[in-house]
């Protein structure tokens, strides 16, 4: 395991932050953290880093106990923050050798490594620039930089894209899949579930600083009664039809809202069928139709009863 | 490692406008402006020489005794009158009337003063004319009565003035009352370097930023991060401080005195006091910058008004009625470390002031050290 954490337990006063929270991630995976705001994820990530204190629990990262002067793992650790954690004084380069340097003494290899992470944040042609000269995407990236540029076997990102345009976001998870490639084990916190589902092999969902549901995101999606969802675009359909709707086989639920008709069905192969043959058979007029598989947050939904990003 | 972040953190420091402004270029201009409006305080202090006239006619040709006093008084660098001769009485009232002349004498049977005013010129030339009264009047009258005493040494004893009290001066210096604004001044810019220190415990504590989260999760020591830091805060306001120095004694010709080393050293713990108290404040106190930044400008400033900067008086009345205040205030240790260094022969004095500064510094570090030392926090 490369961090193992067994009932760690988090009080800010009255307020428990995190509730006998346990994980175990492995050599290797992208580990993604997933909860709304406010659900723990990083004070889980502070408490493993020893940054934070904690009441109770237990916290080893490469088979030893994690404490603040663990120098041997920390230099093994990159820390990708939250918030944007550079210096405003220092230009791009300058940012990334500063922090490369408090990991890395030779300076030839850390000049390479310096170099190697600029390329790989795409910012060689900013090297130069001070971070307030930086865009929103570009100072995430240099954030990146900081953080991965000595080589860390083990890199936490806790939200990296926050207030990232598009063409940044991809730009950033696209980075992570090749660090994860090139041999470094992800831990990724975000509230956004596009990008876990996209990016993680592995899942925790959590919620009040409880793991509420864990594993691949095939896994989670298994552990819920939906199986599709369908959307139909229909101006006129009756309460009876409705009821005859919800009454076929396979269909957990229906609901009709601003004009859509939102058909929820359990696991199986015909659903779509199904309900193209009740609309011909009742006459029912259609536009566009489409159907969805279920999401992580159709999960935190069935699980919670709220919505990821409530 | 140390080099490294020493390096860094002097980029880092020294690419602080605003807190280069504050900490040299204010203390610069300040300096400037107390130069413009204090350089003429202590010639207004010195004697001036009065304007005055004697009307020169035959009573006064005649006076020889009265004529020689008014001549002798009135020559050699420490002269009483800017005497003038009036050939007749209308003359002198011109000249008083066009304020050419503070008041101006007529001999006679007694001696005359006439002035159109009243103030200090005035006044020293009545108390002139009263003594010169008195004492030709006893020699007048010593002489009817017993003309032997002038065999004896009589005009030689009136001449002569003996003074029963015994003057000390503390130090060969001259008084300057100006100078102490200018060693307030320089404590000032030593008090604002707390806000280099206060920076350094600001990128070093996990709890306030972000980039001191990164810091505290490298492989380095915190307190080594924080050591190498500090240094270069240190260097930088020792260097600020001595240019400052430099301004004022080579450029607006502030006499420090003739202990140039003791003067350097001074600059060197006053730049470790703020920087240290400075990283005191900042550890302390658990708010946001802002309020760090205002707890520091008022300490200073406090600091500064009761050492004397804005009101001259304030230190003496401060050391005269409430003595401990003057020795628990980091700003007058350090202008008192000043000015004991130019005005006293004896160092005993500087010896107390630089003493108590040490305390503080190892107050300020060991209480930063307690605190920035946790290794955890409880929230971040």
């Known amino acids: ?34 909860g709304p705001n406010g659900s723990g994820k990083s004070t889980a990530i502070n408490c493993i880093l020893s940054l934070l204190s904690y009441d109770k629990g237990e916290v080893e990262i490469f088979g030893k106990k994690m404490t603040p002067d663990a120098y041997d793992i920390k230099r093994d650790i990159g820390i990708v923050m939250q918030n944007v954690a550079v210096f405003e004084e220092l230009t791009v380069y300058e940012n990334i050798d500063y922090f490369c ?29 001070y971070p307030k000269k930086l865009s929103g995407g570009l100072l995430r990236r240099l954030n990146i930089a900081c953080g991965i540029a000595h080589k860390p076997k083990l890199i936490i990102l806790d939200e990296p894209t926050v207030a990232v345009d598009p063409q940044s976001r991809n730009k950033i998870l696209e980075g992570i899949e090749r660090l994860n490639a090139q041999g470094a084990t992800i831990v990724y916190t975000s509230h956004y579930m596009e990008e876990v589902e996209q990016l993680c092999t592995r899942i925790v969902i959590m919620d009040k600083g409880r793991v509420i549901a864990s594993g691949t995101k095939e896994e989670l999606k298994a552990m819920i009664t939906l199986g599709e969802k369908i959307t139909v675009e229909t101006f006129s359909i009756d309460e009876e039809q409705l ?32 309900v193209l043959d009740f609309l011909k058979t009742h006459e029912i007029g259609f536009g566009r139709i489409y159907s969805e598989l279920p999401t992580l947050n159709d999960v935190f939904l069935e699980i919670t009863g709220k919505q990821l990003r409530d | 490692m140390f080099t490294h972040i020493f390096i860094y953190r002097f980029k880092c420091l020294i690419r602080d406008k605003q807190l280069v402004f504050w900490t040299l270029l204010f203390p610069i201009l300040l300096g400037t402006f107390f130069y413009m409006a204090f350089s003429n305080l202590n010639n207004e202090e010195t004697f001036q020489p009065i304007d005055a006239a004697v009307v020169n006619d035959s009573a006064y040709q005649h006076d020889t005794q009265f004529k020689s006093v008014m001549e002798n008084v009135s020559k050699g ?22 304020d050419k002349i503070k008041g101006f004498f007529t001999s006679g049977e007694v001696i005359k003063l006439t002035v159109k005013d009243t103030g200090i010129s005035q006044s020293i030339m009545k108390s002139f004319a009263d003594q010169y009264r008195t004492s030709s009047s006893m020699v007048t009258s010593i002489v009817k009565e017993n003309p032997k005493a002038l065999q004896n040494g009589l005009l030689n004893d009136l001449g002569n003035h003996r003074t029963y009290v015994k003057e000390v001066t503390g130090g060969s210096a001259e008084p300057n009352n100006v100078l102490n604004y ?49 240094c270069a805060a240190l260097v930088i306001l020792f260097v600020e401080i001595l240019i400052l120095l430099a301004y004022l004694r080579f450029g607006l010709n502030i006499s420090f005195g003739n202990r140039a080393g003791f003067v350097v050293l001074t600059a060197l713990v006053g730049s470790v006091l703020g920087v240290s108290f400075g990283a005191f404040i900042s550890a302390l106190v658990k708010k946001g910058e802002g309020l760090k930044i205002a707890l520091l400008m008022v300490a200073t400033m406090a600091g500064s008004f009761l050492s004397g900067m804005m009101f001259m008086n304030m230190k003496y009345l401060i050391a005269a009625y409430v003595p401990p205040l003057a020795w628990l205030n980091p700003v007058n240790l ?3 470390a000043f000015y004991a260094l130019y005005y006293y022969d004896s160092l005993h004095r500087y010896a107390l002031n630089l003493g108590m500064m040490f305390l503080f510094i190892i107050f300020f570090c060991t209480g930063t050290y307690l605190i920035v030392r946790r290794r955890k926090y409880a929230s971040i």
């Open chain 2, 182 to 230: 200018f060693y307030s001044l320089i404590a000032m810019a030593c008090l604002y370097g707390s806000f280099w220190g206060m920076k350094e415990v600001t990128d070093i504590q996990a709890d306030i930023t972000d980039r001191a989260a990164r810091v505290n999760m490298a492989p380095v020591h915190k307190l080594k991060a924080f050591l190498a830091g500090s």
């Open chain 2, 77 to 98: 660098k420490d002269r009483l009158f800017h005497l003038k001769v009036a050939s007749n009485r209308e003359e002198a009232e011109k000249w008083l009337k066009k």
């Open chain 1, 1 to 34: 395991m490369i961090i193992h954490v067994k009932n760690l337990v988090k009080r800010f006063g009255e307020l428990v932050a995190l509730d006998h929270l346990s994980l175990d991630i492995k050599e290797g995976e992208i580990f993604g953290l997933l």
């Open chain 1, 101 to 129: 340097g408090l990991y890395v003494r030779n300076k030839a290899e850390r000049k390479r490594l310096v170099e190697e992470a600029l390329a790989f944040v795409e910012l060689e042609d900013f090297r130069k620039f």
């Open chain 2, 334 to 336: 350090l202008t008192d």
């Open chain 1, 243 to 274: 009821i005859k709707l919800r009454e076929l086989p396979g269909i957990v639920s229906v609901e009709h809202v601003d004009k859509r008709l939102i058909i929820k069905s359990g696991k199986g192969t015909n659903n779509l069928e199904t």
